[in-house]
């Protein structure tokens, strides 16, 4: 190891330096994760699957690392830790292209005020002329991503609801919530799901302040 490196797993160790300096903020942060991850409708083994989906999407390689292991302890295999790894990827690339439909209404100069609208995914079909090939080489992937395998369809779909939090996508939140009621999943479950997204996105922003940490020492 040199100091040209920015992540290193031993940095994750000062952390504790938190607690010194923001004391009641860091103990209030780490309360919340613990329960956002803590057995409850939804089981701790599938939170650590749905939190290493949440952490390929946050690119926090410290979340990445700590979950995986977590989950691993909670004897997760590899398969299915790669099925959470492909339901991420399937969201995210989700993500960009439904932005797609506002990324049409901006080219066509669209004097609407409203950027979100389900009428919107009407336009889809014209992202799929515009290069078909690639288009339905994605659906294929998504359905892939998507099917039930290790992991159920009930949880790939809280996975997909947790990770559509985090990209930020309407449309996707839209509708695998959907999906999600259509499986009888509850919105106390659902609820769930989100709160352990939540915890990933704050989580990743904390775990990036040991590079504050030494960039300010640097």
């Known amino acids: 190891m040199t100091n040209d490196s920015l992540y290193v797993k031993s940095n994750a160790s000062r952390l504790v330096e938190l607690g010194k300096l923001a004391p009641d ?14 057995e409850g409708l939804i089981p701790k083994r599938t939170k650590e699957l749905i939190a290493i989906a949440v952490a390929h999407v946050t690119g926090c390689p410290y ?11 909670l004897e ?16 995210k690339a989700g993500s960009a292209l439904a932005h797609g439909l506002n990324g049409l209404n901006a080219f066509d100069g669209a004097e ?31 359905m892939e991503a998507m099917k039930p395998g290790l992991i159920s369809q009930t949880d790939k779909e809280l996975m997909a609801i947790a990770v559509a939090h985090v990209t930020g ?13 259509q499986l009888d999943i509850s919105l106390e ?29 640097g």
């Open 169 to 181: 996508c309407a449309y996707c939140i839209e509708a695998h919530t959907k999906k999600a009621k």
């Open 76 to 91: 997760a295999s590899k398969e299915e830790m790669l099925e959470a790894v492909m339901v991420a990827t399937a969201l």
């Open 25 to 38: 903020t860091f103990k209030a942060f780490v309360a919340f994760d613990q329960l956002a991850l803590a």
């Open 112 to 142: 609407d005020d409203e950027l979100y609208k389900r009428s919107n995914m009407a336009r889809f079909k014209e992202l799929g002329g515009a290069n078909p090939d690639a288009f339905k080489a994605f659906n294929k992937f998504d």
């Open 189 to 217: 479950e659902i609820t769930e799901a989100i709160f352990v997204a939540t915890a990933l996105k704050a989580g990743s922003a904390l775990a990036h302040s040991v590079n504050a940490l030494n960039a300010y020492e």
């Open 63 to 73: 979340c990445i690392e700590a979950h995986v292991t977590a989950a691993k302890k």
